[in-house]
Every structure is written in C-alpha cells, then in structure tokens.
T-cell receptor, first 115, second 112 residues
Framework: SQTIHQWPATLVQPVGSPLSLECTVEGTSNPNLYWYRQAAGRGLQLLFY??????ISSEVPQNLSASRPQDRQFILSSKKLLLSDSGFYLC??????????????FGEGSRLTVL | KQEVTQIPAALSVPEGENLVLNCSFT??????LQWFRQDPGKGLTSLLLIQSSQREQTSGRLNASLDKSSGRSTLYIAASQPGDSATYLCAVRDGGTYKYIFGTGTRLKVLA
C-alpha cells in the first residue's frame, strides 16, 4: 500500500532563517506531488505541484521554492523566512496510472511558526 | 480561473440529525470532485471521490452527489454522531490539469 511521510511535524523558526520541509511517498512510482499551505481558519492554497523529477509548477509568487530531486521526494524550501510564511504545510500525492481515479492523498502536515 | 465555495462555513447540530454540506465550483470542466475530512491540527482524510462522469458515491453514512452542469456537489451525512465533528473540505481537479482546487471548508460540530 502507498504511504506518504512528511517532516518535521512542527517547526519554530526566526524571521530570516532558512526552511526545508521534506515529503516522501512510498509504494508507488511517478506520482504527482503537491505542496499546499493552510493559514489559520482558511482553506488550502496550492503552492507547487510536480508531475515528474525536476518539473515544478509554481502557483503563487512567494518567498518559497520547491524541488523534486527524486521520483518520490518533494522538498519545500525558503532562503529567508518571513512572518507571513507561518502556517500549516501539507504534502499530497496522486497517481497517473491508467487505472487512476485521480484521488488525492495527504500527509500529516508540518506546522511552521515564524517568530 | 476555478473557484470553489462551501456553504455554510460552520454548522452545529444535535446528534442524530441528517445534514447536508454544499460545495459549488465555477468551471464545470472538472476531472473529479473529492470530499475530505480534517480534524484539528491534522492532515486531510479522503472521504469520497466522484468522477466527472458519475452522479454520486456512497460510503457508510456518507453520500456525495455531483451536478457538474450546475457546478454543485453535496455531502449528505446521515444520523450524525459527535465523532463526525471536523472540518469538511471539497476539492475539484480541473479538467486537463493536475491541479486540485479547494474550498474553504465547513466546520461541523455535532452535539451529544
């Protein structure tokens, strides 16, 4: 069965510090991968998605970047965090196979607080 | 640009009631629609997925319907229980893309 792991679960960082959140998927190959952010009391905002290694689509101009160095690994980064980067970050995946129903599956999330 | 709206934003009901959550989307060219549950501080759990060619899906006490032409979906919860208390989100996958667009959710509280 497929599983998705996301870490760290909680992070408190000072303004101006770097960020790296990591997500890996197991039990599937060539998944579509996604990073979403959920601000307090708000819906999910799509930040980045990737359909393959090195292929990143950015949805919102911001202080963040994403990379996909391996097939099942997706990394969210920032060189210098802003207060507005605080939020709950969620990684997700979906399959591209012909039997695919297009179902989206989420990790447990990473809560980032920038002070 | 696809926009997804959920009404109501919050709902409080006594245990045992049947209830309906609403989701609307502006562009009917979708690939599928998915309902999720989110408990506080947790990730999202998939509840039901409806393909664009389907009209409804059922799982236990949950039933989701899709009217693509009118841009609407409903999630029906039968005989609600306190354990159903959570935020419910709907998402559509835009046709021809791999993008999933979310609504802002309905926060449900079922009172014992």
């Amino acid at each position: 069965s497929q599983t998705i792991h996301q870490w760290p679960a909680t992070l408190v960082q000072p303004v101006g510090s770097p960020l790296s959140l990591e997500c890996t998927v197991e039990g599937t190959s060539n998944p579509n991968l996604y990073w979403y952010r959920q601000a307090a009391g708000r819906g999910l905002q799509l930040l980045f998605y990737s359909v393959g290694i090195g292929q990143i689509s950015s949805e919102v101009p911001q202080n963040l970047s994403a990379s996909r160095p391996q097939d099942r690994q997706f990394i969210l980064s920032s060189k210098k965090l802003l207060l507005s980067d605080s939020g709950f970050y969620l990684c997700a995946w979906s399959s591209k196979t012909s039997r695919n129903t297009g179902e989206l599956f989420f990790g447990e999330g990473s809560r980032l607080t920038v002070l | 640009k696809q926009e997804v709206t959920q009404i109501p934003a919050a709902l409080s009901v006594p245990e045992g009631e049947n209830l309906v959550l609403n989701c609307s989307f502006t562009d009917s060219a979708i690939y599928n629609l998915q309902w999720f549950r989110q408990d506080p501080g947790k990730g999202l759990t998939s509840l039901l997925l409806i393909q664009s060619s389907q009209r409804e899906q059922t799982s236990g006490r949950l039933n989701a319907s899709l009217d693509k032409s009118s841009g609407r979906s409903t999630l029906y919860i039968a005989a609600s229980q306190p354990g159903d208390s959570a935020t419910y989100l709907c998402a559509v996958r835009d046709g021809g893309t791999y993008k999933y667009i979310f609504g802002t959710g309905t926060r449900l509280k079922v009172l014992a």
